[in-house]
């Protein structure tokens, strides 16, 4: 029986139209999933579903009701629950404020917090979603907050449950355990959409599938039925090579970059990188697996001067670099793909030609003594947007009108250009879809070939095992293995990503 | 000279001086706690003194100006909220626009009413005249005269610190408007409406704004003068900042700065050290300065304080 | 198109430009008629020749490119102005007065019989506008101008009052020492800026109410003797060779109250422009003032600029009390028509925050400022109506600027926010 229809729904933004006659069903007790790369309008769709976003055109129908939900309260009276990719919780408050927010017991005014403890106690037994009620936010990890966040879904008793790429922020083995919570919550009669763009995921939990892209249903198929390439390749409409071809590469024998016993504080105080060290030699990549949490970004911070380290050094060439300030150390031929590319890689109102002058605007090209020299920031800039190609209105177009790819290859022009000896991205394909993480992957193994020494840290596994020709895995600030692509897989890398000891045979 | 008189006086006097900064103060809490930047809190308590004291004297009934103050101090802030909330002004050129207007407006009114600039004519009967003491408490030393013999505002003042204690705490409308000061998305998608918890923030600074302002005007004096405010407004953003946005710490602050206040007219007055007087008058200005640099460290912001709050809700 | 011509087309712009606006600034409407409109003409000449050498160079498309883009920025504050108008006319009638005669009398007044009343008003209005501007490109809100205005004021007062050089020596040396005083009194909230996190509002704040008290303590020390001068206090008068000229001393028929520090307004003006946008250092601080976690991570130190930042629009602030103490009073009066610093932040919100922008409208602020009072004297309507006037401007204006000039800010928004309300992307 279906019990979620969506008709001809159809969203149109001012410059996107995200969804395109949208027909799809929900049958109860299903576990379905919508499988499509980013920026294929799976978010907005759920967005819609959610109440959040009044659809241009097209029905709802739920429960064999047509109906029109003019906020996420009309959605979530009528049974709906949605866990966001970026949680919905207030960091200061516990995790029974967070639960109840919106929904509070007591009459009157007041809140009535001994009812509320109970019946989240209750709730989480029942389904199994272990949790401190008593615990801030800001306390629990990120697993935790996960299930907060169900349980809030669970406590305005959803009988439809959308999770919205729930596996991005997860080890392998809390995948495992969120599926298991999946699969109990299916059997107890929620009916659960899974949006997310991860194929083994799909293969591993859904029951059927439809795969979205550019705004449309390309295709829906029963998963037993389906092989991982087709889904692939309907996901991105050609034939996808799934990763990039590595060459092996002989990396020369000199480390370019090292860090010894790096300690570093984070913003609490709490020791973020504890005693690591690692070597990077020209010509290799070297991949930093980690879930997030675990001091990469301290890390890099540290790397860069961001960020003080307690003790320990840094070394670029055989000199030592703590004591230099991040303009010295980007004089010294670092450089830094950062992780969040808005906030931190690009000044979004200037433009794309100062976006990529910014760090080298004290020399020429971009300025000639204390004046800037804007004819020559353009020449330069027009050079890189072609050689990286950048699809940009022009040098002088602000960089907040690019795309999310095309922000990333700016930096990455900017970054590359300066002929750097070492090299430390961070996540540089978060949030991009297919084409532009082919493209950035090349570029990265471009600079590899030109024995550039490559530090990349990434969530992603697959990226990790595409490019890296050795592999760290952090966990709570050390690196507790090494081990190469070629000789170890996923599953294992996730082991030690949480924790895991080897075994003493 | 410094006798226990000296310093009793002197307690009654910082609370008294203290209580306009506390009043703006613990509106100002509320307000940032939903998210809204309130520096127009100088041009509220601007004008709600000034209809304080316009209807009190044409009434003839410092209650009526009373009521007045706090209503038109609510009509002003709304222009804040409409402008901070609905047109997604920068919080802090809103409130720095409404400062500027409330000055003008106060002086247009000044002179289109009373007929005059500068200091409105003395109202007759003010608020206080109902000083009052409670029977019993006021006999306690040293804290008797402080808490329980004090005018009407004050007394408020002291309720209002606890009732607004408790909404924010203990409440479900106090939960909603925390959330929407630390992650109003996440309260939007839970089908509160953000705008609404906003709008409510800075409507109860207004009103509170307006009594500080009242109190200014009727209750700690008999008329009303062009500016005089003062910069009381700015120092209980101070005090906000100081106390942790929290009413309890902000209440603390305005005291130190109302201490800072008594003292220093009271060095003025007897002489202490032989100093012009302007001297001594800016040492509560000194004073902010150091406390929101000492203090500031310590005491965190709600995350989502003077950050815009969109709703992608159109049909576009 | 050819070097050489450019150039010389630049340079007769600038040269019909420079001399258009030293005609039209220096002029009163009744004794020198012909200066103002020959001035406003010449101007008129070289915003031609711009537009010529402009097309000249890039075609007939970009002109109307550019054209279509000015008028788009002018397009918000005009309309501004116009429903604040009407609505303070809307107060007026409502008020008893009569709208029209008052509006009449506001901009004859304004425009033409007190023309350089206007311009009096206006030049240290663009000074602590360029001042607010300035730390507003880093970010950062000077809302205690008014304390510096006062600081070079006195610091002004004082080094006129004993410095017996020639005045083309100690002029300058006055200038800077206002500016220097200017800028030392925003050190302390620049330093607890950048150390503690301290926000300027409150500490620039504080410390204006402070200068605003330390005044008359000075102007008691240099002249102002309750014994012997009556309330409102004032200093001695400052030597003569320190004293600003004026525009009648080489103009004919100017009026002699007129005198030059609008020109220096107005340089500075362009001064401050071109350190902004065409400087290294300018570059800093804007980038500081648009993303610092930005210009964090390509080196570009936080602290140092906003530190710039504040210093310099310190400076700025305190050089209008030195126009106005050097220029127009030559002394210090206790109660000096003080809002300078406050009148500052609306004009420099009117022009949002553009360096150039803020000379048209601190003219129109001194164009207001002077019509009130020549509409209060002849028909009664009080001046106040003017502020209230200029206090709507100001809410349209800001509240408009604010919705087109963030409309690419908003589309990243719409981004962002889908991302965050998406949890994806769209």
Redo the contacts between chains.
């Keep these: 029986m279906a019990i979620l229809e969506t008709r001809h729904i159809v969203k149109?933004?001012?410059?996107?139209l995200?969804n395109d006659d949208i027909n799809l069903t929900l049958q109860e007790g299903e576990i379905l999933c919508l499988l499509g790369e980013?920026?294929a309008?799976?978010?907005?769709l759920?967005?819609v579903l959610?109440g959040?976003?009044?659809?241009?055109s097209g029905t709802i129908v739920l429960d064999g009701e047509e109906v029109e939900f003019s906020?996420?309260?009309?959605a979530?009276d009528r049974g709906l629950g949605?866990v966001?990719?970026?949680?919905?919780?207030?960091?200061?408050?516990t995790v029974t404020?967070?639960i109840i927010?919106?929904?509070?017991p007591?009459s009157g005014?007041?809140?009535d917090y001994k009812t509320a403890r109970q019946q989240v106690k209750e709730l989480s037994e029942r389904y199994g979603l272990q949790v401190d009620p008593d615990a801030r936010i800001m306390n629990l990890s990120v697993g935790l907050q996960q299930r907060v966040e169900i349980l809030?879904a669970l406590y305005r008793k959803a009988k439809i449950l959308i999770l919205?790429?729930p596996t991005a922020v997860l080890t392998p083995q809390e995948v495992e355990e969120l599926f298991a919570v999946i699969r109990t919550l299916r059997d107890s009669g929620v009916s659960i959409i899974i949006?997310t763009h991860k194929l083994e995921e799909v293969k591993a939990i859904a029951n059927r599938v439809y795969i979205l892209r550019r705004g449309r249903i390309e295709g829906e198929r029963e998963i037993a039925d389906v092989t991982k390439e087709e889904l692939a390749n309907l996901m991105v409409g050609r034939s996808v090579v799934l990763t990039v071809h590595r060459e092996p590469h002989e990396a020369k024998p000199e480390p370019v970059f090292t860090v010894e016993n790096l300690r570093v504080l984070d913003d609490r105080e709490v020791e973020a990188v504890d005693d690591l060290s690692l070597t990077v030699k020209p010509g290799e990549v070297v991949g930093i697996a980690g879930v997030d949490g675990n001091g990469q970004s301290e890390l890099a911070e540290a790397i860069?001067g961001?960020r003080p380290a307690t003790s320990g050094r840094i070394l670029l060439r055989g000199n030592d670099i703590e004591h230099l300030?991040?303009?010295?150390?980007?004089?010294q031929r670092i450089s830094?793909v950062?992780a969040d590319r808005?906030?931190?890689?690009?000044?979004?109102?200037?433009t794309v030609a100062?976006n990529i002058a910014?760090?080298y605007?004290?020399r020429a090209p971009n300025?000639r003594g204390?004046?800037?020299d804007y004819a020559g920031m353009e020449k330069q800039a027009e050079e890189l947007i072609s050689s990286y190609d950048i699809r940009t209105p022009g040098p002088l177009a602000?960089a907040?009108?690019l795309s999310?790819g095309n922000q990333q290859k700016v930096i990455l022009a900017r970054e590359f250009s300066r002929n750097p000896d070492f090299l430390l991205v961070n996540q540089p394909t978060r949030?991009l879809d297919v084409g532009a993480i082919e493209y950035i992957h090349s570029q990265i193994l471009r600079m590899r070939g030109q024995d550039v020494g490559v530090m990349l840290i990434s969530l992603e596994l697959e990226e990790i095992f595409a490019l890296s020709d050795r592999i760290l895995v952090m966990y709570e600030g050390q690196i507790v293995k090494e081990l190469t692509p070629a000789e170890t897989d996923e599953r294992e890398v996730g082991f030690y990503m949480t924790g895991g000891k080897e075994r003493s045979a | 000279m410094i006798t226990f008189d000296f310093i009793v006086n002197l307690l009654v006097a910082t609370i008294r001086l203290s209580t306009p900064i506390t009043l703006a103060a613990i509106g100002a809490v509320i307000c940032e706690r939903s998210g809204i930047v309130n520096i127009a809190m100088e041009g509220i308590m601007l004008i709600g003194a000034f209809f304080a004291a316009i209807v009190a004297f044409y009434s003839g009934n410092p209650w009526l100006g009373l009521l007045a103050g706090i209503f038109f101090g609510a009509i002003f802030s709304l222009l804040h909220a409409f402008a901070t909330v609905s047109l997604h002004l920068d919080h802090v050129v809103s409130g720095a626009v409404l400062n500027i207007l409330a000055l003008g407006l106060t002086r247009y009114l000044m002179v289109l009413i009373v007929g005059h600039p500068g200091t409105s004519d003395p109202i007759p009967v003010g608020l206080s005249d109902y000083q009052f003491a409670i029977p019993v408490l006021s006999r306690i030393p040293v804290i008797g005269p402080m808490f329980f013999n004090q005018t009407p505002i004050v007394y408020m003042s002291f309720v209002l610190i606890i009732l607004f204690t408790w909404f924010l705490f203990k409440t479900k409308t106090g939960l909603h408007i925390r959330s929407a000061g630390e992650h109003p998305l996440a309260l939007e998608t839970i089908g509160v409406s953000v705008y609404k918890m906003r709008y409510l923030g800075v409507l109860v600074s207004g009103m509170v704004g307006g009594l500080a302002g009242a109190y200014l005007s009727i209750e700690n004096n008999v008329s009303f003068t062009e500016g005089m405010t003062n910069g009381r407004g700015f120092i209980a953003m101070a005090a906000m900042i100081s106390g942790g946005w929290h009413p309890v710490g902000a209440f603390l602050a305005a005291l130190f700065f109302g201490f800072a206040d008594a003292l220093q007219v009271r060095f003025q007055v007897f002489k202490i050290v032989d100093l012009p007087e302007e001297v001594f008058i800016i040492f509560p200005y000194v004073l902010t300065v150091i406390a929101v640099a000492g203090l500031v460290r310590k005491s965190r912001p709600p995350k989502a304080v003077g950050t815009d709050f969109m709703i992608e809700r159109s049909e576009d | 198109m050819n070097r050489t011509y450019s150039t010389a087309l630049n340079a007769v712009m600038v040269v019909l430009g420079a001399i258009g606006s030293i005609l039209w600034l220096g002029a009163t409407f009744r004794s020198g008629e012909t200066y103002y409109f020959w001035g406003i003409w010449l101007i008129v000449a070289a915003a031609g020749v711009y537009l010529v050498r402009y097309t000249l160079e890039n075609g007939r498309d970009e002109l109307l490119a550019l054209v279509r883009k000015s008028l788009r920025s002018v397009v918000v504050p005009v309309m501004g102005i116009v429903v604040a108008i009407l609505i303070g006319g809307v107060l007026m009638a409502i008020t008893g007065y009569d709208p029209i005669a008052a509006y009449q009398a506001l901009f004859y007044g304004g425009l033409v019989r007190n023309w350089h009343i206007s311009v009096l008003n206006a030049a240290p209005l663009i000074f602590t506008a360029l001042s607010v501007a300035f730390a507003f490109k880093a970010g950062l809100f000077n809302i205690g101008a008014e304390g510096q205005y006062y600081l070079g004021a006195m610091g002004a007062t004082w080094a006129s009052l004993y410095l017996g050089l020639p005045g083309i020596i100690s002029i300058p040396l006055v200038f800077i020492f206002a500016a220097l005083l200017g800028a030392a009194w925003n050190v302390v909230p620049a330093f607890l800026k950048v150390k503690t996190g301290a926000h300027e509002v409150i500490t620039t704040m504080m410390l204006a109410h402070v200068a605003r008290y330390l005044s008359p303590v000075f102007i008691r020390a240099n002249g102002g003797d309750p014994a012997t001068s009556l309330h409102p206090y004032v200093t001695f008068e400052i030597l003569e060779n320190n004293m600003l000229p004026s525009f009648s001393q080489f103009m004919e028929h100017a009026n002699y109250r007129v005198h030059t520090g609008i020109l220096l307004a107005i340089i500075v003006a362009l001064v401050i422009n071109f350190l902004l946008y065409k400087t290294r250092i300018g570059f800093e601080i804007r980038a500081v003032g648009e993303n610092k976690d930005a210009a964090r991570a390509q080196g570009i130190s936080v602290g140092k600029n906003i530190f710039r930042a504040l210093l310099i629009a310190g400076a700025l602030a305190a050089l209008a009390g030195f126009n106005q103490v050097n220029g127009l009073d030559h002394k210090l009066f206790e109660n000096l028509q003080a809002g300078y610093g406050w009148n500052g932040i609306s004009v420099a919100l009117l022009a949002g925050g553009n360096p150039v922008g803020v000379v048209f409208t601190g003219l129109l602020w001194g164009m207001l400022d002077a019509g009130g009072q020549f509409m209060s004297r002849t028909t009664q309507t009080p001046s106040a109506i003017v502020e209230i006037v200029k206090g709507i401007i100001l809410f349209l204006v800001v509240a408009r600027y604010i919705y087109t000039a963030i409309s690419q800010w908003w589309k990243r928004r719409k981004q962002k926010q889908t991302t965050a309300v998406a949890a994806g992307q769209a």
């Design positions: 149109q933004f001012p410059k996107v995200a980013n920026g309008g799976k978010s907005t759920m967005n959610y959040l976003y009044k659809p241009t906020s996420p309260r009309d979530i949605m966001h990719q970026h949680f919905m919780l207030v960091d200061t408050l404020e967070n927010l919106g929904s509070e007591g005014p007041v809140i809030k919205d790429e949006i860069m961001l300030t991040t303009r010295e150390r980007i004089n830094h950062p808005q906030r931190f890689g690009l000044v979004l109102p200037f100062e910014i760090g605007h004290d300025s204390l004046v800037l602000p907040a009108h999310g949030g």
